[in-house]
């Protein structure tokens, strides 16, 4: 029969690389519960028009690279392609603000693209990303870029790059925009296609075109940060000199606009040297709009999110300790094998590991699996060991083994494995 193959740009996490995600998320939960997130489990199914309005018509993703399908019942539904659309309304819809004076949350789960997949770019992708609600002040900001800071560190990330702009308000953004057009209306022949729409659309967006070209023109542009208002520029200083009290260091990177309509004033990335083409590990900004624009109380707002296959290709996998099975039960012959049942029965009950080969075999294939699975004690149980009431515990690191009675068993891994785990 012909085999049917995952499809293109959605991979599968094996489980070797499942467990360090495992010890990623755990890392990140334990970080965030620290300065104060709670989780928040956010649909993978939404409205598409709730993308529309917030991230924008004629952005790359709600243009060309949403999943989209018409329900049966006509309505229009999107697999959410980011999760801050989805945490804002979700944010509304539940009166967050009336039950906390602000709020932090965080989420960890797919999202979905129609990208074209390269080495870093998948269809479905992980974030982990998080939103603050309420704080309008740049402390904030900088206590959001610390904890990502902390966290990169905690798991011991390396050449991580903290990039910070500002892309002002909608006081100060319009001037912006017009100096942008001022300066490219004479130059654009010369653009990419993408970017001669985006003149008319969004001329900010030139800035951060990854053609070499486009990139080369946009060289000499006016900068984001001379047009900064007062209240945006105090931002944006403020924002740098608790980054600094704080010890996160950064650059200023002043092409950084974002792909996504909703940022006001701070953006930022993480990027990598080691990633090649699309190197930003992490990203987001300031969106002190969004949650009036979905219909919610004027909030000020900021988030970020984290690509979790990237921050994976930059992490080192030989750190996280291989979870041993504790015990593998070799039984042979059917008496064996019941006891066998029953033993495992009671380990999973306290706790310990412990498999067995409800398919047999000889003793010899059986300690082969128990290798495999890298068992750290393996109980072989024959008919003589059940003539004698006793099993027989081999240490598979040491291969010391000694005959326990069968009575005893349970109680005496029990202590082994209670002086493992104590501290
Ligand atoms: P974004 O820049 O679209 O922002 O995505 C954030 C991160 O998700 C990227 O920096 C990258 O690491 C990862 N990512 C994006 N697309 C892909 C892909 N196709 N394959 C693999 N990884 C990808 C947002 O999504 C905003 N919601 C961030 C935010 C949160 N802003 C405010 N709050």
Redesign the pocket.
Same mark, same amino acid.
């Given at each position: 029969m012909a085999q049917i193959q995952g499809i293109k740009g959605v991979k599968d996490v094996l489980p070797d690389e499942a467990r360090v995600w495992q010890h990623i998320r755990n890392k990140a939960r334990e970080i965030f519960h620290t300065f104060g997130y709670s989780e928040i489990i956010i649909p993978v199914l939404e409205s598409s028009e709730l993308f529309l309005r917030s991230i924008g018509e004629t952005t790359d993703?709600v243009e060309k690279e949403m999943y989209l399908f018409d329900d049966r019942d006509g309505k229009k539904i999107a697999l959410r392609p980011? /999760?801050?659309a989805s945490v804002v309304r979700s944010f509304v819809e539940h009166n967050l603000s009336h039950s906390l004076p602000f709020s932090k949350l965080y989420y960890i789960g797919p999202?979905f &693209?129609r @990208?074209r997949p390269q080495a870093? &770019?998948? &269809?479905q992708?992980y974030?982990i /990303?998080a @939103?603050v609600f309420g704080f309008a002040s740049p402390q904030i900001d900088a206590e959001m870029l610390s904890m990502l800071d902390l966290f990169f560190n905690s798991l011991n990330i390396k050449g991580v790059e903290l990039q910070v702009n500002s892309i002002g308000c909608p006081i100060c953004r319009p001037a912006f925009r017009e100096a942008l057009r001022n300066f490219f209306s004479d130059k654009l022949s010369n653009l990419c296609d993408n970017c001669q729409r985006r003149y008319e659309l969004n001329p900010l967006r030139i800035l951060d075109c990854k053609s070499p070209h486009c990139h080369a023109i946009a060289e000499g542009a006016p900068k984001t940060l001379d047009y900064l208002c007062d209240d945006c520029l105090k931002h944006f200083n403020t924002l740098q000199d608790c980054l600094k009290l704080a010890g996160v260091s950064y650059n200023i990177n002043q092409r950084l606009v974002? /792909?996504?309509d909703y940022y006001t004033r701070t953006t930022f990335?993480f990027v990598s040297g080691s990633l090649g083409a699309?190197n #930003?590990? #992490? #990203?987001?900004?300031r969106?002190d709009s969004l949650v009036e624009e979905l219909g919610g109380p004027p909030t000020p707002a900021? /988030?970020?999110?984290?690509?979790f296959? &990237?921050l994976f290709s930059n992490f080192d996998s030989s750190s996280v300790a291989v979870k041993l099975i504790n015990v593998f039960v070799a039984a042979l012959g059917d008496k064996a094998q019941e006891k066998a049942f029953q033993i495992i029965n009671q380990l999973h009950k306290k706790g310990i590991s412990a498999i067995t080969d409800y398919d047999g075999g000889s003793l010899k294939s059986q300690m082969r699996k128990a290798d495999k699975f890298d068992s750290e004690f393996v109980l072989i149980i024959g008919d003589d060991e059940l003539s004698k009431g006793v099993v027989i515990i081999r240490n598979m690191k040491n291969k010391a083994q000694e005959e326990v009675p069968i009575t005893m068993i349970v109680e005496k891994l029990e202590g082994i494995f209670k002086t493992h785990d104590s501290p």
């Open positions: 993703i980011e /999760g801050t999202m &693209r @990208e870093g &770019r998948y &269809r992708f974030q /990303g @939103e974002r /792909g996504l990335e699309q #930003a590990v #992490a #990203a987001g900004g969106y900021i /988030g970020f999110s984290i690509g296959e &990237r």
